[in-house]
């Protein structure tokens, strides 16, 4: 593959700063020696700043703010006066939009167009959660007595506590804080420790739009740390509702102690997400879906294609035209507009990347194309890859893992059954996508994926806002951003009113 030089560190280190002060960070934390985190970049693997970490105690009083603001304002604040936060949000965004797409890029490794494209999810987002706040509905049921109405009301819940992961620092934070927002709840955000920098953005950047707007700035607080102070945040009886983004394993430790303090969690966990080519599918789409799909993001999207299972009487020729696209992905700089593939996040990344392959290879596949590290000459401490693509001859453990690196597994098919089984054949279950022109297939895969996400002639990732965004089995059963999913951040009261005279019990009983 072709690549894209990488500038030095603290070319980037003042790239970063100047983002951070237009977006009103001016102030950062000086780094106490009990407490250090380091921002880095992946573009050359090296520190940009070293920040304060949270302490147990800041987690403490981030809480009793967020409870305090909750109770004592937020919560009794009318919805549409909510909405009115995150407008004002949405409208800074718009302004810093290439602000954060910067330090996306920088902490995240993303390329721009994905990176300002995260941005614009936020955005959308925005608007959505605005319209929403209008229409917090609740349903009216018929009674079964005279004189009765039976009906549901949503109220605010209490405090959320979002958790996100490296790879979407942004748009999953705006998922949960605007629609969170909206419905009364006040937020503590654990961002990934790999993205201290973005997250101090965002949190500047709605502190702006609270004060705008009047809304209390203790709606919204931020703490930076890794799986510790995350689990402080996990641990703690106020926080009403853990919405937890990330790995499998995390979700393992979250969910159960949520569990035991009986909270409620909402989980949106790995992927092992796979598209199904049938024989009618549309070539041209069928690849350049599963290009994106899986090489975008370098493999590093919770809906990163990693499975293509392909009909056997098309598989050489589709198969061929993805290895000749791969070929022509240009690695390098994210910060770059002509690069295609950006950095792994680090070396556990690329560790476990040459792993699989070795495993792969081991259980008899064969690899088409890369897998091979670039740009060490330059950057040493980076971890830039060629997207890989491994033909295999059966689903072996190592494909029914989600390695977070970009590593597409080609496997062939006979029925569709037999397609769906394979498909089906994995713990996790976030994305998934049939190519075909026979509405048959079409259906019968829509109706038989077990997946959350189910698309057709279109690739695994890439999700739009408006709809329910989550996964079945492993990936956690959570569902965030659009359509109702709202309903996971409010409390749900049945009401029943008697606007009658009369006392008369439900089934008939009497007491008298
Ligand atoms: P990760 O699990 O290492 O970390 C995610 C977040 O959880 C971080 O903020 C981390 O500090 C925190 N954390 C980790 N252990 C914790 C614990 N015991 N208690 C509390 N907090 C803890 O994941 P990552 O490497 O940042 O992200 C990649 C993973 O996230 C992949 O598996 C990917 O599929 C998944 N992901 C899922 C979605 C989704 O919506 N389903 C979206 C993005 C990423």
């Known amino acids: 593959s072709p690549t894209s030089a990488i500038p030095p560190t603290d070319e980037i280190g003042d790239r970063a700063e100047a983002a951070l002060a237009r977006c009103g960070v001016d102030h950062l934390a000086e780094a106490t020696a009990a407490g250090r985190l380091y921002a880095r ?68 490794g993303k390329i721009r167009s994905e990176a300002a494209g995260e941005v614009q999810e936020m955005i959308d987002v925005c608007d959505f959660a605005l319209g929403l706040s209008r229409q917090l509905y609740g349903r009216t049921m018929a009674s079964e007595r005279p004189g009765h109405r039976l009906m549901e009301t949503w109220h605010p819940l209490g405090v959320v506590g979002v958790i996100t992961a490296f790879n979407f620092p942004v748009a999953v934070w705006a998922w949960n804080t605007a629609v969170a927002l909206v419905c009364g709840d006040t937020v503590v955000w654990k961002p990934s420790e790999m993205t201290p920098l973005t997250a101090l953005a965002c949190d500047a950047l709605l502190s702006r739009a609270a004060a705008d707007t009047g809304a209390p700035t203790n709606v919204h607080q931020v703490l930076l740390g890794g799986p510790d102070v995350g689990e402080h945040l996990v641990d703690e009886p106020r926080v009403a509702l853990i919405s937890a983004t990330g790995s499998v394993r995390m979700g393992r430790t979250v969910g159960p102690r949520v569990a035991a303090r009986l909270g409620r969690c909402l989980l949106e966990l790995g992927g092992n997400n796979a598209a199904v080519v049938t024989p009618s599918a549309d070539p041209e789409l069928a690849v350049r879906g ?151 297939e079409a259906e019968r895969f829509l109706a038989l994926s077990d997946c959350g996400i189910v698309n057709v002639n279109i690739g695994t990732s890439g999700a739009e806002i408006g709809g329910a965004f989550g996964g079945e089995k492993d990936t956690g059963g959570g569902r965030e951003s659009g359509s109702d999913a709202w309903k996971s951040y409010m409390r749900r009261a049945t009401n029943t009113v008697n606007y009658s005279e009369e006392l008369p019990l439900a089934q008939g009983v009497r007491f008298v």
């Not at 810093?96 to 890029?105: C, M, P, Q, R, T």
């Open 290 to 440: 599963t290009v994106f799909a899986a090489a975008g993001t370098a493999g590093q999207r919770c809906t990163s294609l990693r499975r293509l299972i392909v009909h056997e009487d098309v598989a050489d020729a589709i198969t061929e035209r993805v290895v000749d696209a791969y070929t022509q992905l240009r690695v390098g700089d994210p910060l770059s507009d002509h690069t295609l593939v950006g950095p792994l996040i680090g070396q556990r990344a690329h560790t476990a990347m040459r792993e699989a392959l070795t495993q792969a290879t081991a259980d008899g596949g064969e690899v088409l194309v890369g897998g091979n590290r670039r740009l060490e000459d330059q950057a040493p401490d980076a971890y830039y890859v060629e997207p890989a693509v491994v033909r295999m001859p059966t689903q072996t453990a190592i494909v029914r893992q989600e390695t977070f690196a970009p590593i597409l597994y080609v496997m062939t098919y006979r029925s569709l059954d037999e397609a769906v089984e394979l498909h089906n054949g994995v713990s996790q279950g976030l994305s998934s996508a049939v190519f075909t022109q026979d509405q048959r």
């Open 41 to 108: 970049t992946p573009i050359t693997g090296e520190t940009l700043l070293s920040l304060a970490q949270a302490t147990e105690r800041d987690v403490d009083h981030a809480v009793t703010a967020a409870h305090d603001s909750f109770r004592t304002a937020w919560r009794d604040t009318p919805a549409p006066e909510r909405g009115a936060l995150v407008r004002r949000l949405g409208e800074l965004l718009r302004e810093h939009k290439y602000d954060l797409a910067d330090l996306v890029s920088i902490e995240a």
